[in-house]
């Protein structure tokens, strides 16, 4: 069984940084892809990056590219969310999850990091 665990979540002013990390504990673990979503109050949960795994390609959603970037360690079985400039908008609980093979869902989840960001 696969467990992940996201930290890094705080409190920041408009235009600060945080790093989000997503550690992964468990069997062997070697995904397809790692993502970052995150859910607003009131909201549904977004999606805001991809990685995958083995080439370390990334996509991201408009509202976050070119402010946020998502990398990964594989020897440390971590991913991380590097967040730039930071807005109102982006405070919300921010989720990493793991997608085990191609064309599947993502089937772990970590328990949420909640990140505020101050106006």
């Known amino acids: 069984q696969v467990q992940l665990g996201d930290s890094g979540g705080g409190l920041v002013q408009t235009g600060g940084s945080l790093r989000l990390s997503c550690a992964a504990s468990?069997?062997?673990?070697?995904?397809?892809?790692m993502a970052w979503f995150r859910q607003a109050p009131g909201k549904e949960r977004e999606f805001v990056a991809k990685?995958?795994?083995?080439?370390?390609?990334?996509y991201y959603a408009d509202s976050v590219q070119g402010r946020f970037t998502i990398s990964r360690d594989n020897a440390k079985n971590t991913v991380y969310l590097l967040m730039n400039s930071l807005k109102p908008e982006d405070t919300a609980v921010y989720y990493c999850?793991?997608?085990?093979?191609?064309?599947?869902?993502?089937?772990?989840w970590g328990q949420g990091t909640q990140v505020n960001v101050s106006s």
């Open positions: 468990g069997r062997t673990f070697s995904p397809y892809a």
């Open positions: 999850a793991a997608q085990p093979a191609a064309g599947e869902t993502y089937d772990y």
């Open positions: 990685i995958w795994w083995s080439g370390g390609g990334t």
